[in-house]
């Protein structure tokens, strides 16, 4: 029987082209899963299964699998998800950090730590995960792994502790120095680095060995006391089990950062990069306590991860598979479930019945009888279940906490190329849709046109591309537009009273509502109820709610999304013959549409973060470029002969941006962004939008 703490649920992140997903097939062939090493570059790696992936050399969803192996005498169950590293697909990482107990953070020995570096690292603060880092691509000319070290300490501030040292790299890049075991390991080229021998260390390397060494048990003393005991005594030498132990507890505790090196691509590193999984990164029963609430009376409940406590488990993904069907994928963090069982959902407050269980490895599954606490797996045969749902004993309710998605920020406007697949075109949306929380459709109020809305341009691309290879619909599109937002900036009481008679039964309802900004941090309605003495009914309340969210949806400047508001129901009156749910609703609906008028509304846009790497030579041009963007420049930096220059910069601004940084600088400049945040328009660029949009209606 396989014991939950020999298992690993890790997540391998890293900015775009850092090698994950070339990392993971070497993994996947060191440990036998796979008997042939498959490269992104000949699109035939394992993880990247979607024809797409295959097409650009990119990963697009994040991808499961597991392997086996031995360290120690021991063997080792590690659930992998590879994720994608391009920023539009960031919700990729954000569900697969919310179920992993480990990561492994990789970096480009020639490129450092990058943009989308630093995004997963903070998402992996958020979720509080232990990591290890790993500099790959040692075998790339200008390569420089200390180089990355300070960067990851000064960049990320994280306390990195390097616990090997490249021999030689670039062409040059043989093996690595263990600074725990003060050995030298080289692979051998012969065999794709299934063998290496480990030998004495060379003797240029013995200071620069020695000078590491004593940076692990320096760093290590100041968390330890027995190591601190003995490091400033000396009475006796630290052991290599009292190193190991020291470094795991803390990197547990994210006090620290252990960071080895190698060359995925060469074969080298990666058997040290999975004992260092084993030996560091937590098993399920290392970390907390999951902590959740009752669905009904809201008391916290506490989960030990135990086979033997009540069942949990929380949905992290679905997805569409052409031969099973729709596939929930969830991480079970007590208790244990079989096939033909029962679990609650929590969210809908239906039972759901678990017809199979999927051991998952890419796209392919693998039937199982029983998964357990700590395991990753897949179930399909449900009717109602969404990504961030709590499955749990129905006995034993618990809901577990949501994941959180960004909201999309640009959109554009589809159409089926022919009629006869509007009804096609409407079934795909909704399974997309229900894929990817970050990919969103709406019908434009004034226009009737569909409007599918997503994270970026390569995002929406992707989106039409799998509409029509996996759902057989072609839509004509429009051009790429800015998803804005509408926000209030007044606080506004209003009442509204709702009539009407048309013989026999009517309609009545009397709200009282104020109307005012959001709290920060709090995006959506925020309602509260201050009705007493039964003025207004209990069960018409939530009508009034309804009829305010639905408002929220079409803002009162130019029909835009409001971001967040708070409405307070003062007062109200009813007709105990008149009144009704619906009443309540509409007047909810007229009073909102009323006040957000009078709040005083603005329009949002998103900002985005721009990292712009160029020549030195180009500098004058492509910040003046930026100027007319609107960009505003919040640092520039220099990084092996090239400047790099950092900016705040309008979405709206961005749309061919690449083409012109070519342009600009011969095709040797370089771009990547990720959205940052909403901010308010000024007057002048928000009468243009306005103007832009009522011509557009009128010519409809």
């Not at 290890?132 to 792994?145: E, H, L, P, T, Y």
């Not at 009629?419 to 997309?432: P, T």
């Not at 329009?603 to 030195?616: C, F, H, Q, R, W």
Request: glycine letters at 8%.
């Amino acid at each position: 029987m396989k014991k939950i703490e020999y298992n690993r649920n890790i997540g391998i992140v890293a900015h775009i082209d850092a090698g994950k997903t070339t990392t993971t097939e070497r993994i996947l062939f060191y440990t036998g899963i796979n008997h042939k090493i498959g490269e992104v570059h000949d699109g035939a790696a394992t993880m990247d299964w979607m024809l797409q992936e295959q097409e650009r050399g990119i990963t697009i969803t994040s991808a499961a699998t597991r392997c086996e192996w031995i360290y120690n005498n021991e063997k080792y169950y590690i659930n992998i998800i590879d994720t994608p590293g391009h920023v539009d697909f960031t919700v990729e990482v954000e569900r697969s950090m919310r179920v992993l107990d480990g990561m492994v953070v990789l970096f480009s020995a020639v490129d450092g730590v990058e943009p989308q570096s630093e995004t997963v690292w903070r998402q992996a603060d958020k979720y509080e995960i232990p990591r290890i880092a790993f500099v790959n691509k040692m075998d790339r000319q200008g390569a420089n792994f200390l180089d990355v070290c300070i960067q990851i300490k000064k960049i990320l501030g994280a306390n990195s502790v390097p616990i090997q040292i490249p021999i030689g790299s670039g062409d040059n890049f043989k093996g690595v120095v263990d600074l725990i075991s003060n050995q030298a390991i080289i692979w051998k080229d012969k065999d794709y680095g299934m063998t290496y021998e480990i030998t004495s260390i060379p003797d240029n390397m013995k200071n620069i060995t020695k000078k590491y060494k004593n940076n692990i048990i320096e760093i290590l003393s100041e968390f330890d006391d027995k190591i601190m005991e003995k490091f400033l005594y000396g009475k006796s030498s630290i052991s290599e089990n009292e190193i190991i132990e020291s470094l795991r507890k803390n990197t547990i505790e994210m006090k620290i950062i252990p960071i080895l090196c190698g060359a995925a691509f060469k074969n080298k590193g990666v058997q040290s990069m999975l004992d260092a999984i084993c030996k560091f990164l937590p098993s399920p029963i290392d970390m907390k306590d999951i902590i959740g609430i009752h669905p009904i009376n809201k008391d916290k409940i506490y989960r030990k991860p135990d086979e033997n406590n009540p069942f949990s488990a929380l949905a992290f993904k679905i997805s569409t598979d052409p031969f099973v069907g729709r596939l929930a994928f969830f991480r079970v963090y007590s208790g244990k479930i079989n096939p033909g069982s029962y679990s609650f959902n929590s969210r809908s407050g239906n039972k759901e019945r678990i017809s199979r269980i999927y051991q998952m490895h890419a796209n392919k599954q693998n039937p199982v009888q029983e998964v357990k606490a700590g395991d990753i797996a897949a179930i399909v045969g449900f009717k109602d279940i969404k990504t961030g749902d709590t499955l749990c004993d129905e006995k034993n309710p618990i809901l577990l906490e949501k994941i959180f998605f960004p909201d999309p920020v640009i959109g554009l406007a589809i159409e089926p190329k022919y009629k006869s697949d509007i009804d096609k075109m409407s079934i795909a949306l909704s399974k997309l849709m229900e894929e990817d929380p970050t990919f969103q459709v709406r019908t434009d109020e004034y226009t009737g046109q569909t409007i599918i809305s997503g994270m970026g341009e390569l995002h929406l691309e992707i989106i039409i591309d799998r509409m029509k290879r996996e759902f057989h619909v072609e839509v004509n599109q429009g051009k790429p537009q800015v998803e804005y937002k509408e926000s209030l900036t007044k606080c506004i009481e209003h009442r509204e009273i709702y009539k009407k008679q048309t013989g026999g039964r009517g309609k009545f309802a009397d709200i009282l509502l104020k109307i005012e900004p959001g709290e920060s941090g709090k995006p959506g309605l925020t309602f509260i109820s201050k009705i007493k003495g039964g003025n207004i009914p209990k069960e018409y309340i939530p009508s009034i709610e309804k009829g305010c969210k639905e408002m929220m949806k079409n803002g009162p400047l130019c029909g835009y999304e409001i971001d967040s508001a708070k409405v307070t129901i003062l007062d109200g009156s009813y007709h105990s013959v008149d009144s009704d749910q619906l009443s309540f609703e509409l007047a909810g609906k007229f009073a909102f549409r009323s006040a957000s008028k009078k709040a005083n509304p603005v329009l949002l846009e998103p900002i985005m973060k721009l990292e712009v790497i160029i020549p030195e030579e180009n500098m004058g041009d492509v910040i003046g470029d930026l100027n007319k963007r609107r960009g505003v420049i919040q640092n520039m930096g220099d990084k092996k002969n090239i400047k790099i220059i950092n900016v705040m910069v309008p979405l709206s601004e961005m749309f061919g941006y690449v083409t012109s940084l070519r342009t600009l600088t011969s095709g040797r400049g370089t771009s990547t962004m990720e959205f940052s945040h909403y901010y308010v328009v000024s007057d002048s660029i928000m009468n243009n939008i306005l103007t832009k949009k009522s011509d557009k209606n009128e010519k409809k």
